[in-house]
Structures are given as C-alpha cells and as structure tokens.
C-alpha cells in the first residue's frame, strides 16, 4: 500500500509538473502574441491564429491523454490491492499450516484438518522438496518455509510488473 501511494504522489507531482511547464509555455506565447499582435498584417494574423488552434487543440489532447493514463495507473493500483491481500491470505495459511505442526497440533482436530485442507493445494508442489526435522509430533516444515519464500518472490515479480505497467513512459 506504500508502494502504492508513493506511485499515486508521484503521478501527482508529474502532472502538476507537466501542468507548470505547458502554463509558462502558454504564458510565453500569449505574451509573444500579445507585444506583436499590433505589427502583425492579416495572412500573419492569419498564421498566428492557426498555431493558436493548433496549440490549443495539442493541449486538449495532452489532457485527455494524462486522462487516460491516470485513469490506467488507478484501475491496475486496484489490481495490485486484489493481488496484495490474496497474498497476504496465502502468506497467512501457509504460516499458520507451519505454526500448526511445529506446536505439534493434533491431525485429528476438525480446525487443523480444515487449515490442511486450505493449505493443500498452495504447498502441494514443495512438499518433499527437503528434509522436515520432527521430534515426536512437532514438526517445523522447511518445505513449506520455501514455499513461502517463493510465494513472496511471486508476488513482488507481479507488483513489480503491475508498477512497470502503470508507471507513466514519459518524463518531464
């Protein structure tokens, strides 16, 4: 969530940076326009009305881009919310799978069978992966300490790529 509003402030700060510049560049021109506009016959009037709709046009379209780029970096910042908390919920089976069997937690108990259950299908590819030390019935699953690890690794990959995504390309 950090992350998050570190992106959300920095797209801030761009566009209000981006916003700073095109007004002192517009402020330039009107100015410009402003000292020549008395000097100036009709076909440069002319010319200078064209780059003032062109300009102008240019802007609206820069807006509308920034629009569409902010609107995209918020929809995929959603995305990586969705994708924190079911990794928070992974993270939170899988430790409490580990807490379970390394307290020595009873297999007949419907509560550890039920976290079994749940726990299953997320540690399933590591399970035997390495050497689990027990001592009568507390047990500290290395395996699933991997498993861990990896769900951690997974989930920075796709934040990083969700960041990648909604990062604007451009600086100003």
Do not use: C, W
């Amino acid at each position: 969530m950090i992350e998050d509003e570190k992106l959300a402030m920095d797209e801030s700060r761009r566009i209000a940076q981006h916003e700073a510049v095109k007004n002192e560049m517009r402020q330039e021109v009107h100015a410009e326009i402003a000292r020549n506009a008395d000097r100036l016959g009709p076909a440069e009037r002319e010319q200078a009305d064209a780059v003032g709709e062109h300009l102008k046009r240019r802007a609206v379209r820069e807006v509308a881009e920034t629009e569409v780029e902010i609107d995209r970096a918020r929809g995929l910042a959603r995305v990586s919310q969705v994708i924190d908390y079911i990794f928070y919920l992974i993270y939170g089976i899988i430790t409490l799978e580990i807490v379970l069997d390394l307290l020595g937690a009873r297999e007949s108990n419907a509560f550890k069978n039920f976290v079994d259950t749940i726990a299953a299908p997320l540690v399933a590819p590591f399970q035997g992966l390495l050497v689990d030390p027990a001592r009568g019935r507390f047990q500290l699953k290395l395996s699933y300490i991997v498993a861990l690890v990896v769900y951690f690794l997974l989930h920075l990959a796709i934040n990083g790529l969700l960041r990648l995504l909604a990062h604007r390309k451009t600086a100003i």
